[in-house]
């Protein structure tokens, strides 16, 4: 059974930073491109960052420049590294390969980010 597990959002002042973490277990993330998105309540989830096999990555105009995902395929995590957070970089952040996991439909529990003075 695939999974996704987010891990280390929480409060943060705009301008601050933060790390996120996802662990996967059920596949191998190694074949896959992989990507972090986030959903504020009341919208639609938005992808904001992809990383290629390669290790390329791709960004929304939104977080690009203060955004980096990065991925670690021996241990199956990606990570996306935030700074100079925003109030509007508010969401639950989720993981997923992309395009997302599909047979079945699956995604994590997701991990909540505030930014907030």
């Known amino acids: 059974q695939v999974q996704f597990v987010e891990s280390g959002g929480g409060l943060v002042q705009p301008g601050g930073s933060l790390t996120l973490s996802c662990a996967t277990d059920g596949f191998s993330i190694k074949t896959y491109v992989m990507s972090w998105h986030r959903q504020v309540p009341g919208k639609a989830r938005e992808l904001i960052a992809q990383i290629l096999r390669t290790g390329t990555s791709i960004y929304a105009d939104s977080v690009k420049g203060r955004f980096t995902i990065s991925r670690n395929d021996a241990k199956d995590t990606i990570s996306l590294h935030m700074t100079s957070l925003k109030p509007e970089d508010t969401a639950m952040y989720y993981c997923?390969?992309?395009?997302?996991?599909?047979?079945?439909?699956?995604w994590g529990q997701g991990t909540l980010v505030a930014v907030s003075s």
């Open positions: 997923n390969t992309y395009p997302t996991w599909l047979s079945p439909p699956t």
